[in-house]
């Protein structure tokens, strides 16, 4: 009896000095993610490009993107990012119309400069090359080329943080494409507005 008395004494002790003692977070360990480390973000845009010439038809698509992005709470960040977009339209002439389709992948940069902690202005770049085709068609014929060649496209922004993990972002970029093949050499510009969200995991 003295034994079992004895022994529900020190646990008791001993739960009481557990109970006692105030628990204290890890510091982060060796290898754990933070703020400051690049952070894989996912993001997908809607795109509306304006043509700059009359000749050119207003296009709709969507860019897919894989991004590094400073996630720190800092004034300034930067973002790099793997994009690919597929964008078509088409114009309406008297008498024929013109479909056109194109597919850039590109390589962007943005400099990030915060206004608050969840709204920042970006202002930026891509470069990259455009897989693209153009087809007139009318009552009695059809003509198609290639649209392929070098594109690039700087622009500006701004993001909100809606939380930890999600981003959205509105945006404008004026691009310009570079057609070089055996049957065409031209250029057009682009004026694009884009909206599109962003998240990590």
């Known amino acids: 009896m003295k034994k079992v008395l004895s022994t529900l004494t020190i646990l008791a002790g001993l739960a009481g000095v557990a109970s006692a003692a105030p628990y204290v977070l890890p510091e982060n360990q060796p290898g754990a993610h933070t703020g400051y480390d690049w952070t894989p973000v996912y993001s997908i845009d809607a795109l509306y490009a304006i043509g700059d010439e009359d000749y050119m038809p207003d296009m709709w698509g969507a860019r897919l ?19 690919a977009a597929y964008m078509a339209g088409e114009k309406k002439y008297t008498g024929y119309k013109d479909d056109m389709y194109a597919l850039p992948i590109t390589f962007g940069y943005h400099l990030h400069l915060a206004l608050s902690d969840e709204v920042s202005f970006f202002l930026g770049g891509r470069a990259g090359y455009s897989i693209g085709e153009s087809e007139y068609k009318g009552s009695w014929y ?17 993001q909100v943080q809606c939380s930890d993990a999600v981003y959205v972002r509105l945006g404008y970029e004026f691009g310009r494409t570079y057609i070089d093949n055996h049957d065409v050499k031209d250029n057009y510009g682009q004026h694009t507005i884009s909206l599109g969200v962003g998240c990590w995991f």
């Open 65 to 83: 993107g894989f991004n590094l992005y400073s996630m720190q709470r800092a004034s300034v960040r930067h973002q790099f990012s793997l994009n």
């Open 142 to 158: 059809k003509e198609t080329y290639d649209t392929n060649g070098f594109t690039f496209g700087v622009g500006c922004g701004f």
